[in-house]
């Protein structure tokens, strides 16, 4: 075990950081962009997201490695490469969180807001959007998972990250070197989970939790 | 004052309001009753501008409401629905605050009008203000739901069915509270309901719509005595004791009391009295116009002094006339502890007497049917 | 991209959503039944879907060795939470009142479960069987790197190749499968909600999809299960054009020679495969190998150990046969060594011609190479080779294999390891440069069989020996790039290149 931490050590930090870069940059790019989308998307009318919402659930199951692979064809071994593939795939589960919370409001919230007196916009920033949070924020924490997953594939294209260690490993056999990848990488997955799991819960006021559904 | 000028609503082809006029002054409470899709609903919703007219005007105040910014307009229109709608998101004082905030109030002035407004329907400030909507019962709910269109002070209010999801008991509570809100702070109510017995308790007038047109616009009473149609009356219902239109004194008096003219003599009267078995006898005078009336009592005392009836007669008896309530009879027969009072036409001859017993008769009649 | 590949994915993904629901069912219920249970099953469901997959797989991999199971296990354990889950959460909705009747009207506990909440609860708990497979399809493209094959292999080897169609064709046949099952169950499950899952259609169909799902599975294993007859040749394809057209003119031949049928399994990689040759219950019979692999890679030992006089293939023959029970045949005639490459125009520009001349320019240039170049094991590999030559390179990046090429032509580095065989050399014109002071030992291409194979066969291949030594001497550096090329860069298929070959030699009749 020392020796190993010896040889790998600086690499496995560099690694670490390297891939928790990658998730955080990729994961807030995504979450703006879906967050926006979203948004858009529950202002038309239901006939555009009845097509539009299957077809980003397709899109969602392209393998990382086809975009990632794709995008390097085009835009070669830079981190541009591996930062607008992840953060187009952590777009898609914020985005249609943020629609499905959106719309989900219950229709008597809208018609009091309008009748308050709120413009669309108030209403949609202190009522819908805050009513809404919580789902938002489970489509962060999916967001932020799969991210860590797919950043794997940066060292695909030769650009670092914790998949170093487990492409060596599984190309050489060498099963040390697949745990010394996939752990940490399972352990960074596990405690963003558990930090926006920490986050959903303070982002919900008191008065939603007995309504909130997990 | 809201004036509806030949506003008119299509949805597709059919007419969900037809030409409709009418004015609501200020600080009235007006309902809004008919049966289902008669267009009471959109009414309501052209005053706030959440639905538009297709045709004529709606002026607010000397203003067309149609040229106004909806958004400003809804501002100074309180609005209370029947699902509540308190934002589960917000605290009770944040409900209560939204339009003051969108105003633009401070915060020491929001905080004040909870603390009114609370005390008004007795929330005390320092339990409810900082609880949130899915922590009150269904009554507090809609009850902050009302603060909340009062927040601003706006001079007009609606209210679309606010407390049909609301059980009796706490609709009747609420109900109450909204009457009393409304007659203190001297706002007017426009106010949607299915509920006759609603209407009749709370309206100072009612307008009854049918098919997008005016039935009829008329107080409570009037409407219950002269429904202008068989929609409007069976609507109404069969009249119940408190509810129905008042009963009168000829309704419950005894026609054809004993009585004598000032001429006879004082040994008639009591052989009279003995025979017929009353105490009692009622004067008139040659006109048949009521004089007063002879107790038994004055005979014992001062018969035997006097040859005429004439001085025994005393008008401490209470009179009424003909076409009044009963029920101001009622409490006084019951309260004073005279035995009867008399009825007398409008041109001072007898119409009648009422006794506790004739009282009692025409009340048992009344919840109960014809009783022997 | 064939059809086979499509089925090949889907039977991956109909084993592991069914083997998901045999182990998320129950112990869905279990959650739902006792509450105590509930949040650790829960927990650890989600925790089997947080892991990154690649990671997930790399490390069943340790413990299953690479193949379908590995795959299967991996994507199971990916689709226990929407199955777990859902199924949980589909009997805690049912209506209070429902369970309180049929508790009232006296059915016990199973009764109740069986007979009121599973039904009712249907429609919750096949929403969650839908995102499972759904997700599944998008998973299994990962079988492909831990030798699973499925649609993951097809667009790896597009990636390799640069050929846009071959990545975009499968990825729009995984899009059309997904969006496809996704609308199919999405209808069924509107059907269960509305009618509540009774009537006479409610019952017949799933009675014809458990049908036809059981002919499927029996269809799928009897392809790809992986039996041993003895009376089929095992291999293993290969993971590059080079011994994947070996191994399949290995086929060819054999089954035309002999009685002996040859069974393709899945695609893995050398290291893999010689495990699997040598381990105690081998899973296949040969490998296509080369004797400097064989020495460096699986004896671990280096050119340094070969006593003077004996030739490097001799030398591995006789350690592979004490150690492991394996011998190489006959030289194929190629020798497939690593070579040092850079793009032609760098060569022009810097004057290079054979390694060495690098040495004085190295400071400018940047070497990338795959993964497997940069591990720390083995003798072949980028830090003994700088050091032997002593060159200090600008940077050194390691990448995707299959990215390599693509890499280096865009720029992404300038100096690369090659295979001298690999047709995409020509593709990339790419230039070889010599190793002048002979770094990199020779890399004779040739069959890496277990001995007992022979004895084996014996009966229905009496002359198998013979039969795979027809291959050797066949081949020349030249002439396999020329098959390299055909299938990376013209893009042939590896059967039609490995058949055209042998018949051209008449070896085919």
New interface residues.
Partial sequence: MKEFFS?YGAMLGRSVLVHLGYVLLSVAAGFILGLLLGILLSRLPARWSAVLL?IL???????G??FI??L??EL??TPATVLIALSVYATFPVLKNTYVGLTQVEP??L?????????PA?ALT??EL??ALPTIIGGLRLST?YT??????A????LGG???F??????????L???A???P??IM??VL?ALLDWLQRKAI????R??ART | MIQFEHVSKNYGKSTILHDLSFTVPDGQFLILIGPSGCGKTTTLKMINRLIEPDAGKIIIDGRDAGQMNPVELRRHIGYVIQQIGLFPNMTVEQNICVVPKLLQYDKTKCAQITRELLEMVNLPYDSYAGKYPSELSGGQQQRIGVLRALAASPPIVLMDEPFGALDPMTRETLQEEVKKLQKQLNKTIVFVTHDMDEALRLADTILFMNGGKIEQMAPPEEMLEHPASDLVRSFLGKPRAAESAPIRVEDCMRRNPYRVSKERGVLECAELMARSGVDTLLVTDGNEKYLGVLPIRNIRLYGRTVDSIVPLITREVRTVRVGEDARGVMEYLMNSGDSYVVVLNGDDTIAGIITKNSMARIVASTLWGETT | MSWSLIWEHLYIVLLSVLASLAVGLPLGVLAYLYPRARRPILWISDLFQTIPSLALLGIIMVFLGAGKPTVVFGITLYSLLPIVRNTCLGLSEVDPALKEAARGCGMNRSEQLFRVELPLARPVIFTGIRIAVVNAIGTAVFAAFVGGGGLGSSIYQGIRTQNMQLILLPTLALMVIAAGFDALMGLYEKHLGRTGGGGKRGKLLPILTAAALCAALAAGTAAYGGGKDADALTIYDGNYSETQILTHMVKYLVEYRTDLTVNIKDQMTAVNQFNELTAAQPSCDLMVSYDGTLLTTFLHQDTSDIPAGTSLYDYVNQQATDQYGVRLLEKLGLNNTYAIAVPEKIAEQYGLNTVSDLIPVADQLIFGAEHEFFTQAGSMKYGPFTEFYGLNFKDAVSVDLGLKYAAIENGSFQVTEVYATDGLNRKASLKILEDDRSFFPEYNGAILVRNDIFEKFAKTAPDLEDVLNELGGLFTNETMTDLTYAVDVQGRSVDSVAREFLVQHGMLG
């Avoid at chain 1, 659930?57 to 393998?63: A, G, K, L, N, R």
């Fill in positions: 040889v299957p659930s397709v899109f969602q199951t392209i393998p490695i086809v692979g794709l390097f064809l070669g071994m008597r919230y018609e009091a807001a309008r009748g308050c007196g709120m413009s108030q202190r009522v805050p009513l998972i860590v997953s797919w950043a794997v594939l060292s695909m294209i030769g914790l998949g170093d487990i492409y060596q490993g599984v190309a050489s056999n060498n099963n070197l697949i745990v990848g996939a752990i990488a399972a997955a596990v989970g006021p008191r008065g939603l007995k309504e």
